[in-house]
């Protein structure tokens, strides 16, 4: 547990707000990808007229919108300029319409006068993925950028004059006109999302133009603290570090975000989230600000979002580990069998970490969300020993120094794999309460490898020793 020292602003932050569940908070796993960066976007020609969703049918066009969204922005600027990009263009062809759009975001022309929509979509930066099959509470998909724009633009006659306004202000350098512009197109973006209506589109995108709408609710006081605790720009793999650095500065502008009352600051809780390599550090940093360790009252307050895709995220690791060493026990390959061994690996690890920090209580859901996927594992994985057993005791009947004592033979490196995926699980079964089959499994393996692989009589050299001692090693039996 972490000391009292490590509590920042306990007393202001705890129980500000009861926390009501909303949709904003649907718990899914999520493993944000690593966007790519909207930095070097310029404005979109002022004659182009905005295409909505529904005109282009054929799903190639988001395909290769999807694609353009991974492209680096100097080769989009050059596909932009053998495009062209007039308004007559994007008239005449709707999907041809959309793709320029998308393009005009990737651009890598800096000297060009900068587009409200590049000014509003640096402030989504720390929510945007590129994975277009799993989202999260706190996550936004990059591929729905252009849609929600276009409805925008299309639906907002005051959303366009702000951006010819805005265009102006640039040009002529108004940095404070600028700001103005900025506050109000992001207040008219929010009130508009509620109200944008959809044909022919993805709930998907739908539910992320929800979210996109609750992000810029914030403005100029999310982008703010966003620059304060420096996670203003999007997450980039392997990810950060939390630190007592950026605890107490997201505690101090937490603390800020909610005394104004206007925005539910846990969409600061989900950027740096999205930040961490370890996503599930957030736990830590919960317990930090609030200075508790109590469920009950954890349950009750704005941060509850976070555990609530922290547990999601545990579940999900459950999941994924329990299928992964089910089709390692049935392939008995080395590929199969090592993924396997990361994924319980990491399931553990979170586990664990969220058991540090949070007193976690069978009565609470977070406690049986816990205790059930630690049960899927703690039950499944005696039962799977024996085929893991069965790998290792198959080679060595089999083994010959001439054939199978090779270091790249495939029935070597599966043994391999298979010992250190029990090595593994032994340092985590007393922990998570499946011990009692490793005693008598660590006998008969000693055994095995005792008997069959023991070193030659008389002068003759051990044909394999390094062999032998790597498969010891994996069942950490030296």
């Known amino acids: 547990m972490l000391g009292d020292r490590d509590r920042v ?21 999520a493993e944000p990808g690593a ?22 049918k054929d799903p190639r066009w988001q395909q290769l919108i999807a694609l353009i969204a991974q492209l680096p922005p100097e080769k989009a600027s050059k596909l932009r300029e053998m495009l062209g990009g007039d308004g007559l263009i994007m008239q005449s062809s709707p999907g041809l319409g959309q793709v320029l759009q ?12 900068e587009p409200l929509m590049r000014k509003v979509c640096a402030l989504l930066e720390p929510f945007l993925i590129n994975d277009d099959t799993e989202t999260a509470a706190g996550t936004i998909r990059r591929k729905s950028l252009v849609p929600w724009w276009e409805a925008s633009m299309a639906q907002s006659a005051p959303l366009r004059e702000l951006d010819q306004q805005y265009q102006r202000a640039v040009r002529e350098k108004l940095t404070a006109e600028m700001e103005r512009l900025e506050g109000e197109a992001m207040a008219e973006l929010a009130r508009r999302a509620r109200t944008l209506t959809f044909k022919n589109t993805a709930q998907s995108v739908i539910e992320d133009v929800r979210r996109i709408g609750t992000v810029v609710g914030g403005g100029m006081a999310l982008a703010k603290a966003l620059r304060e605790i420096g996670i203003d720009g999007p997450p980039t793999r392997p990810g950060i570090e939390l630190n007592d650095r950026i605890a107490r500065r997201f505690a101090q502008a937490y603390d800020a975000l909610g005394a104004e009352r206007t925005f539910d600051p846990v969409w600061l809780g989900h950027a740096v989230m999205n930040h961490l390599e370890k996503p599930w550090d957030v736990v830590a940093l919960i317990h930090r600000v609030t200075g508790s360790t109590d469920v009950s009252m954890l349950e009750q307050t704005e941060l509850a979002p976070l555990m609530d895709r922290t547990m999601a995220q545990l579940v999900a690791a459950a999941t994924r ?30 586990a664990e970490a969220i058991a540090r920090e949070i007193k976690l209580e069978r009565t609470s859901p977070w406690g049986q969300a816990y205790l059930n996927s630690r049960k899927t594992l703690s039950d499944l994985i ?33 043994a391999v794999a298979a010992t250190d995926f029990l090595g593994a699980m032994k340092l985590r079964a007393a922990r998570h309460g499946f011990g009692m089959p490793f005693t008598s499994l660590d006998r008969r393996l000693q055994d095995t490898l005792g008997r069959s692989m023991k070193r030659p009589r008389g002068t003759e050299a051990d044909p394999w020793p390094g062999q032998k001692r790597r498969l010891l090693k994996g069942l950490r039996l030296i």
């Open 9 to 29: 602003g306990s007393s202001s932050l705890r129980s500000r707000w009861q926390y009501t569940p909303t949709n904003d908070h649907v718990a899914a796993p």
């Open 321 to 350: 580990a329990t299928q992964n060493i089910k089709e390692a026990a049935r392939k008995k390959t080395s590929p199969e069998i090592d993924a396997a061994t990361a994924a319980a690996n990491l399931y553990f690890d979170l």
């Open 102 to 113: 998308a393009l005009e975001l990737r651009r890598s022309d800096a000297d060009k006068a």
């Open 35 to 56: 966007p790519v960066s909207l930095e070097s976007a310029v404005p979109a020609p002022a004659a182009a007229t905005p295409v909505t969703a529904e005109k282009t």
């Open 382 to 414: 005696p039962e799977k020993l024996e085929d893991f057993e069965e790998i290792i005791v198959d080679f060595v009947d089999d083994w010959t120094p001439e054939d199978r004592g090779r270091e790249d033979h495939p029935a070597y490196l599966s």
